[in-house]
C-alpha cells in the first residue's frame, strides 16, 4: 500500500510504502503532490470530546471507542485517555471501561497505549487546582496507583502531581522505576520542591503556565524553575484561550522545540454548539463561539474545547511559521512519551495524516487518517 502527500517542511511530493501495518519506505515522489502527509497527532491530554466525557462518572466502554473515532477524525491517531481528580472508585470504574474498549475494539487498542491521571494528588489550593474536586484531592498512595494498574491492566503511563505533597518524592521514584511517566502540574510547589521532584525522576510539566497560583513571586517561582529545568519537558495547551502569543513564543524559546510538546486538552464540550451546560466538572460552563470552555460569568477556564489540529495550526500563527516546524510538537516529542510513536520513519507504525492549511487558518482541514496502516477517517 501507498500513501502520497506533500512534505509539510518542503512542500515536495512524498510516498510512504506500507506493509503490514508499519511504515516500510519513506522517498520522493513524482507527480502533483497534493494534500500535506504527516505522522498521526498524538495527544498526552483528551478528557472528552463531543459530549463523550471520560470524567463524568460512568464511563461506557462505547464512549472510550466512540472517542477513538472523533479524535482519527481530527487526525489524533494517538491519545492518552485522561482522567482528572475524583474518588478512587470514580476512577477505578473509568479505567475499565478503558481496558475493556480496547479488549473489544482493535482502533482502540492501536490508539490508546496508555492512561494518563491527572491527579487526584494536586496542590489542594484554589487557583493551581483549577476546575478539580476539592473533595478529592489526597496525597499520593502507592498502593491506590497499584489498585490503578490491576483495573487498567497496567495502562497508567503518566501520573500528574504537585509535588508538594508528604511522600510525594517516594511516588515519584517508585512510578519512574516501574517505568510510569510523572509530571509536575496543577501545583503550588517551591522550586526546591520542584527541583528535588526532578531529582526523584519527574519528566514532564503539564499545561504549564495553566493550572498555577493566580499570583506568585516575581522570582524565584515555580514557572521559572520548569522552564529552566532540562529533564523536564513541557507540555502547552496553544489553542488561543489558555497561553498569550507572547508566553508561548517566550516557553518555547527556553524550553526548546526538543522539550515541548502540544496537547489540547479537550474536555466533552468540545466541539459542541455554543452554549451554557451543566457539567460535572466545574458546574455551569459556556461554550465560545471561539472553542473557548469556561466556567460560565467568570474569567476562569474549565478546560479546552479544541483539537490538537487547532492547536498545530494556532501555535504556527503564533509563531508566523507553516505548520509543518510545528508538528513535532505535536507528533515526534510527544510520541517519545507513548513508545516512539509520532515518526514518518521506515519501520515505525503506519499513523498517518493528510491535511490542507492555508496562512491565517485556524486549524488543518484533515482529509484523510490512518492508523496501523489502515484508513480510519474519513468513515
Same mark, same amino acid.
Given at each position: ?18 506493509? %503490514?501495518?508499519?511504515?516500510?519506505? #519513506?522517498?520522493?515522489?513524482?507527480? +502533483? ?84 491521571? %491527572? ?44 509535588? /508538594? ?32 521532584? #526532578? ?54 524559546? /527556553? ?20 452554549? +451554557? ?7 455551569? #460552563? %459556556? +461554550? ?15 478546560? /479546552? ?20 516546524? +510545528? ?53
Amino acid at each position: 500500500m501507498e500513501v502520497r502527500g506533500r512534505d509539510p517542511l518542503t512542500g515536495e511530493a512524498l510516498s510512504v510504502t506500507v506493509e %503490514e501495518g508499519r511504515i516500510a519506505a #519513506v522517498e520522493p515522489a513524482g507527480g +502533483v503532490p497534493g494534500h500535506y502527509l504527516s505522522a498521526g497527532l498524538v495527544d498526552l491530554q483528551v478528557n472528552g470530546y463531543l459530549g463523550r466525557d471520560l470524567n463524568g462518572g460512568a464511563v461506557t466502554p462505547e464512549d472510550v471507542q466512540a472517542l477513538c473515532r472523533h479524535m482519527a477524525a481530527r487526525g489524533v491517531t494517538t491519545f492518552l485517555p485522561t482522567l482528572i481528580t475524583a474518588a478512587e472508585e470514580t476512577l477505578v470504574q473509568a479505567m475499565r471501561a478503558i481496558a475493556t474498549a480496547r479488549a473489544e475494539d482493535p482502533l482502540a487498542a492501536r490508539m490508546i497505549p496508555g492512561i494518563h491521571v %491527572e491527579g487526584p494528588a494536586i496542590s489542594p489550593e484554589d487557583g493551581p487546582r483549577g476546575a478539580h474536586p476539592a473533595a478529592h484531592v489526597r496525597p499520593p498512595d502507592l498502593r491506590e496507583f497499584e489498585r490503578w494498574q490491576e483495573a487498567s491492566g497496567g495502562l497508567v503511563s503518566l501520573v500528574t502531581l504537585c509535588p /508538594a505533597h508528604d511522600g510525594a518524592l517516594g511516588f515519584i521514584s517508585a512510578l519512574a522505576r516501574a517505568g510510569v511517566h510523572v509530571s509536575v502540574g496543577h501545583s503550588s510547589a517551591a522550586p526546591a520542591q520542584i527541583m528535588a521532584a #526532578v531529582r526523584a525522576g519527574a519528566r514532564l510539566s503539564t499545561h504549564l503556565g495553566n493550572g498555577a497560583p493566580a499570583t506568585m513571586p516575581r522570582h524565584p517561582n515555580p514557572i521559572w524553575t520548569q522552564l529552566d529545568l532540562d529533564d523536564l519537558t513541557a507540555m502547552l495547551i496553544v489553542d488561543g484561550h489558555h497561553l498569550p502569543p507572547e508566553v508561548v513564543r517566550v516557553m518555547l524559546r /527556553a524550553k526548546g522545540r526538543e522539550r515541548s510538546i502540544l496537547v489540547s486538552d479537550v474536555v466533552a464540550l468540545g466541539g459542541m454548539p455554543p452554549g +451554557v451546560y451543566e457539567s460535572p466538572i466545574g458546574g455551569a #460552563v %459556556e +461554550v465560545s463561539a471561539s472553542g473557548r470552555v469556561g466556567m460560565a460569568g467568570t474569567g476562569f477556564l474549565a478546560g /479546552a474545547g479544541l483539537t490538537l489540529e487547532a492547536c498545530v495550526a494556532i501555535c504556527a500563527g503564533m509563531l508566523a511559521t507553516t505548520p509543518g516546524h +510545528v508538528l513535532p510538537l505535536a507528533t515526534r516529542n510527544p510520541g517519545r512519551f507513548v513508545g516512539g510513536r509520532g515518526r514518518l520513519d521506515v519501520g515505525a507504525p503506519a499513523d498517518l495524516f493528510l491535511y490542507d492549511w492555508q496562512p491565517g487558518d485556524t486549524a488543518l482541514s484533515v482529509m484523510e487518517v490512518y492508523v496501523g496502516g489502515e484508513q480510519v477517517a474519513p468513515c
